[in-house]
């Protein structure tokens, strides 16, 4: 339903004005015979007979004219993530909110598949921008596990977060393994990260750990940990940084 004063200025147009009745917003023609009032988001239509309302008669054609004009349906808007679907082919569902320094890129979004339009158009950006694309999370890219004393801990998928980086830096950046250990629990992983942003090289050290579970081979524990290593990394540059902060 439309405000009080988009229906204000539909009325004027019609020659008619707004009518103070109360608590009940209320418009009358220029004749001020006939007039409609919002009641409980509901446009009611209305006659003015010896100073009563009346509201079992139709409406005259040239007042009718003005409320199908206030009751006309605003037309669908498109969100942000279907003007992104229409432009790149992806079927995505996350609503956010686009970067205005770069129209059709969304906030958070992080396709699947990688396109050479995307890529051409994100390399017009420069690489800051494309960093702060990652600054606050979608809901729906936040993962839960349990944590120690049965508190739900929040994360990102590690997929996820390697895909941010090849978005943000364009595939150039790297990581780098400086220890391995295998504990009690699973693995300990010490390493760090380098990307290229505006022909700036920025290193961030991190380590990253991986539980031992069971079914799940000594190797693709380590990755796990590896992995880990390169998200928190990637978090002290501010991927997804509001979920490892707590702030979501």
């Known amino acids: 339903m439309k405000s ?17 009745f109360g608590n009940v917003p209320s418009w009358v023609n220029k004749a001020q015979l006939e007039g409609v009032e919002l009641r409980a ?5 209305f006659w003015i007979q010896d ?9 005259s054609q040239p007042w009718q004219v003005a409320i199908d004009e206030i009751e006309a349906k605003e037309p669908e808007k498109k969100s942000d993530v279907q003007k992104y679907n229409e432009q790149t082919g992806q079927n995505l569902k996350t609503e956010q909110v686009p970067v205005d320094a770069a129209p059709g890129v969304i906030v958070g979004i992080v396709p699947d598949t990688l ?6 158009k994100w390399a017009k950006m420069p690489a800051f921008e494309r960093m ?29 977060i390697l895909q941010e980086l090849n978005i943000a830096f364009l595939f150039n950046w790297s990581s780098t393994i400086e220890e391995v250990k295998e504990t009690e629990t699973g693995y300990w992983v010490r390493g760090y990260i380098t990307v290229e942003a505006d022909n700036v090289s920025i290193t961030r050290a991190a380590i990253g750990t991986a539980d031992k579970h069971k079914g799940v081979n000594s190797e693709d524990v380590a990755k796990a940990a590896a992995t880990d290593m390169i998200k928190k990394a990637a978090s002290s540059l501010g991927f997804n940084g509001d979920v490892y902060r707590g702030e979501v």
């Open 132 to 160: 702060l694309m990652f600054q606050n999370t979608p809901e729906d890219m936040i993962e839960t596990r349990p944590g120690p004393g049965g508190k739900q801990l929040k994360y990102v998928k590690g997929n996820k």
């Open 115 to 120: 396109t050479k339009a995307l890529l051409e």
């Open 41 to 45: 988001e509901k446009i009611r239509p």
């Open 4 to 20: 009080e004063i988009e229906i204000t200025e539909i009325v004027k147009r019609h020659g008619g004005r707004h009518l103070q």
């Open 51 to 59: 100073g009563s309302r009346v509201y079992d008669e139709a409406p």
